[in-house]
Nanobody, 122 residues
Framework: QVQLVESGGGLVQAGGSLRLSCAASGRTFSNYNMGWFRQAPGKEREFVAAIRWGGSNTYYADSVKGRFTVSRDNAKNTVYLQMNSLKPEDTAVYYC???????????????WGQGTQVTVSS
């Protein structure tokens, strides 16, 4: 089992920045591929970013490319999502997810956090 706890969400004005963190426990974090997803009210959960277990590969949704950066610190068992130039359409609950065997752009990861709310005001 892997437990994931997100933090860092909040209310920010358009154009601002936030950094989300996802702390992992329970298994060897460095063995897991990590993903970030988000779900806005009335919409399906969507892929945001992902990073391979060693940090060598990262992937982004087109909607966040150039504005968001995913990174990880395996010594701290933490994955981050730096979000810059935030837009009102980025408002959503953000979830981190972990999977030992695959790095997916779909929400088919094995483990999920509880989510953290990000609200961007115009």
């Amino acid at each position: 089992q892997v437990q994931l706890v997100e933090s860092g969400g909040g209310l920010v004005q358009a154009g601002g920045s936030l950094r989300l963190s996802c702390a992992a426990s329970g298994r060897t974090f460095s063995n897991y591929n990590m993903g970030w997803f988000r779900q806005a009210p009335g919409k399906e959960r969507e892929f945001v970013a992902a990073i391979r277990w060693g940090g060598s590969n990262t992937y982004y949704a087109d909607s966040v490319k150039g504005r968001f950066t995913v990174s990880r610190d395996n010594a701290k068992n933490t994955v981050y999502l730096q979000m810059n130039s935030l837009k009102p359409e980025d408002t959503a609950v953000y979830y981190c997810a972990a999977d030992r065997w695959k790095l997916s752009l779909r929400d088919d990861y094995d483990y999920w956090g509880q989510g953290t709310q990000v609200t961007v005001s115009s």
